[in-house]
């Protein structure tokens, strides 16, 4: 009597073919000794096992097939759906598996592309002749086909045909998954009048018949040099209208500081002087957080500015001059 082991699997490899759409030069190749797979639908599949010793017969899903030397390799499996395919062998010596090993396909649908982008405002105002820039993040389960952005004019009243276009930005390929591109957008290269527009950029995949993943929508005011200029000198002007009522109430916090100062150690514990000490507090940083937020939508609107030929430097400064102040 001479024992000897059971033959057990060393290796389980899986010879994947994607569908011809994904068009795919090459296959996939997977480990899948765990018993499990997931495979996208309309693939096929040849799985490869290997024994630890040769074998003398085999069978595939209750098939019988021919075993070379350890080697198991099973027909064509097409993927339309999970399944589950059972692989059973004898050795030379007639011994056979301690259980048969059974795996499972999981079949998996083509997502659909993903699309985002950074930098490009959700609403903004700007020249006809300002390029914006932004970075577009875009990404497949099975290549990006292309990446691009398109265009609709939103005044019907008075443009009879209003803007609408598209541009390819960047072509992608079967085997990028993920793409990170530099996008730009000038009114005036495209041919774009003065009009507010929706901008949107999208995706494509290679999903037979699919319709394009678009990102949110981007409403764009776009205004030539005078009527930019109009408009910048009326949020210039109300924001100047904004700025007198933040540096009166400050002021007038002030004096409302100078009072709390001189009262006595007992006054100030009086529940009265408390709390209103405690209500001087909170206006302060109220007043503060407007103080703020006024210096940066006024530096925001100086930028705008100096974009624009119409302003002259001597306006432009004078509004700088009045940012620092409000700043110091």
Known sequence: IEPVLRPELRSFIADVELPKY??????????????????????TATFTATA???????????????????II?????????????????TDEFGLASK?????????????????????????????????LTFTIHAQDDFGIKRVGMVWQGLDKTNFTTPAKGERIISAGGPEK????????????????EPQPIEVRLFAEDYFPGRERVYSPPHLLYVLNAEQH??????????????????????LQLYET?????????????????????????????????????????????????????EFGV???EKWAEMLQILKD
């Open 22 to 43: 994904l068009e795919r030069k090459e296959g996939l190749q997977k480990d899948v000794r765990g018993g499990a797979v997931s495979l996208v639908q309309g693939s």
């Open 52 to 70: 630890s010793r040769k074998l003398k017969t085999a069978t595939v899903g209750g098939q019988p097939v021919s075993p070379k030397d350890a």
């Open 73 to 89: 390799v099973s027909p064509s499996q097409a993927v339309n759906g999970d399944q589950k395919v059972t692989f059973e062998w």
């Open 99 to 131: 259980e048969p090993f059974t795996l499972t396909i999981n079949s998996l649908d083509d997502e659909v592309p993903s699309i985002s982008c950074a930098d490009l405002p959700r609403q903004k105002v700007v020249l006809d002749t300002e390029q």
């Open 177 to 192: 998954e993920q793409l990170e591109l530099a996008g730009t957008f000038t009114a005036s290269s495209l041919s774009i």
């Open 229 to 250: 200029a109009i408009w910048l000198t009326e949020q210039l002007s109300k924001w100047h209208r904004q700025s007198l009522d933040v540096r009166d109430r400050e």
């Open 257 to 309: 500081n100078k009072q709390l100062r001189e009262l006595t150690a007992g006054e100030i514990t009086q529940p009265e002087n408390r709390r209103r000490i405690e209500n001087q507090a909170a206006a302060e940083r109220a007043n503060g957080r407007r103080l703020s937020s006024l210096s940066d939508s006024g530096q925001e609107l100086i930028k705008q500015a100096m974009r624009n030929p």
């Open 314 to 316: 001597g306006h432009l």
